[in-house]
């Protein structure tokens, strides 16, 4: 059980830090509304930072952990001396 909560866990904490990544641009509708007050009054709207370097090592960190987990689990699984086939995908 410990370990399907850790599972779960992980891949929570991965979905929404990948959520967070792309959509940290994205404006709520309070923060529009204060930009177009500002522009209308001829003010400068600084536009929102379009890469956020500290989720985006946030999720690289959790991918790198998920997958060294999967494949730790994979390895702690196969008690005998299988040989396992492990396919690398970059993730650019």
């Known amino acids: 059980m410990g370990k399907d909560i850790t599972e ?3 891949r929570r904490m ?17 923060q529009k509304i204060k930009d177009f ?16 370097w500290h989720t985006a090592l ?9 997958l060294i987990y999967g494949i730790s689990k994979v390895v702690k699984d196969s008690r005998n ?5 492990v396919e690398w995908k970059s993730l650019d």
Not at 37 to 52: L, N, Q, S, T
Not at 59 to 65: D, E, I, K, Q
């Open 37 to 52: 007050i500002k522009r209308a009054a001829g003010r400068y709207v600084e536009p929102k930072d379009m890469i956020f």
């Open 14 to 30: 991965e979905e929404e830090a990948i959520y967070e990544m792309l959509h940290y641009h994205e404006k709520n509708g309070k």
């Open 81 to 85: 001396d299988d040989v396992i086939d």
């Open 8 to 10: 779960d866990m992980l």
């Open 58 to 66: 946030i999720v690289n960190s959790l991918r790198s952990l998920y």
